[in-house]
C-alpha cells in the first residue's frame, strides 16, 4: 500500500504561481511513477504531468507545457507540481496518483490516489 498526501493548493491570481506536493508513504517510493491529475467541476479527470520512478523521464499535457514543472525527491518521498502562469481553466481539485512501474497518461492505470487539493485561479 501507498498512502498519498497532497497539500500546496490555495487561491491565486492569474499569472501567479503555486507549488503542489504530494508525500507518499508505505511503500518504497522510488519504485512507483508519479502523476498529476485535475478535474474541475462537471469536468472528467484530466492528466496534467508524470514522472518516472527515476525522475529522469517527465511527460505533461498540452495546456501546462512550458508552465508546469513536475520533480521528485526519491529522499523525502515527496512528488512536486511547480506551476507557473496561472489561467483561470487551470482551477480544478489536483490529484496525486502513483503506480508501480512505467509512468501513463490514462488515469485507469493508477492505483493509488490522494484526496486532492484544491487550486482557485481567478481572472
Known amino acids: 500500500q501507498v498512502q498519498l498526501v497532497e497539500s500546496g493548493g490555495g487561491l491565486v491570481q492569474a499569472g501567479g504561481s503555486l507549488r503542489l506536493s504530494c508525500a507518499a508513504s508505505?511503500?518504497?517510493?522510488?519504485?512507483?511513477?508519479m502523476a498529476w491529475f485535475r478535474q474541475a467541476p462537471g469536468k472528467e479527470r484530466e492528466f496534467v504531468s508524470a514522472?518516472?520512478?527515476?525522475?529522469?523521464?517527465?511527460d505533461y499535457t498540452d495546456s501546462v507545457k512550458g508552465r508546469f514543472t513536475i520533480s521528485r525527491d526519491n529522499a523525502k518521498n515527496t512528488v512536486y507540481l511547480q506551476m507557473n502562469s496561472l489561467k483561470p481553466e487551470d482551477t480544478a481539485v489536483y490529484y496525486c496518483?502513483?503506480?508501480?512501474?512505467?509512468?501513463?497518461?490514462?488515469?485507469?492505470?493508477?492505483?493509488?490516489w490522494g484526496q486532492g487539493t484544491q487550486v482557485t485561479v481567478s481572472s
Open positions: 508505505g511503500r518504497t517510493f522510488s519504485g512507483y511513477a
Open positions: 514522472v518516472s520512478w527515476s525522475g529522469g523521464s517527465t
Open positions: 496518483a502513483a503506480r508501480a512501474g512505467l509512468h501513463y497518461s490514462d488515469y485507469v492505470k493508477y492505483n493509488y
